[in-house]
Nanobody, 124 residues
Framework: QVQLVESGGGLAQAGGSLRLSCAAS????????MGWFRQAPGKEREFVSA????????GYADSVKGRFTISRDNAKNTVYLQMNSLKPEDTAVYFC?????????????????WGQGTQVTVSS
């Protein structure tokens, strides 16, 4: 069973930056699709970004494209989400997730392992 632990959340001002990290335990991290999702109060969990085992293959939600960057360090079993030009609407709990499937996906149901989440709050 893979365990995922997020860190790096916190409070930022609009226009500021934060970097989230997600450390994975277990072997074969480099073989998995990794994703970031977020959930704001009263809203459904939504896709933010994902990176495949080939780190050049990434995807972003339209709402974060050009502001957020996902990356991975397979030697450290860690995936990152660099968040720049933050907006108040980015406020949410951010979750790291892992998929053992073979296809790139943006659907939460395709990710079988989840972290506990880290709160990101952006003030205006």
């Amino acid at each position: 069973q893979v365990q995922l632990v997020e860190s790096g959340g916190g409070l930022a001002q609009a226009g500021g930056s934060l970097r989230l990290s997600c450390a994975a335990s277990g072997r074969a991290f480099s073989s998995y699709l990794m994703g970031w999702f977020r959930q704001a109060p009263g809203k459904e969990r939504e896709f933010v970004s994902a990176i495949s085992r080939n780190p050049s293959n990434t995807g972003y939600a339209d709402s974060v494209k050009g502001r957020f960057t996902i990356s991975r360090d397979n030697a450290k079993n860690t995936v990152y989400l660099q968040m720049n030009s933050l907006k108040p609407e980015d406020t949410a709990v951010y979750f790291c997730a892992l998929s053992t499937g073979y296809s790139f996906s943006r659907r939460p149901q395709d990710f079988g392992s989840w972290g506990q989440g880290t709160q990101v709050t952006v003030s205006s």
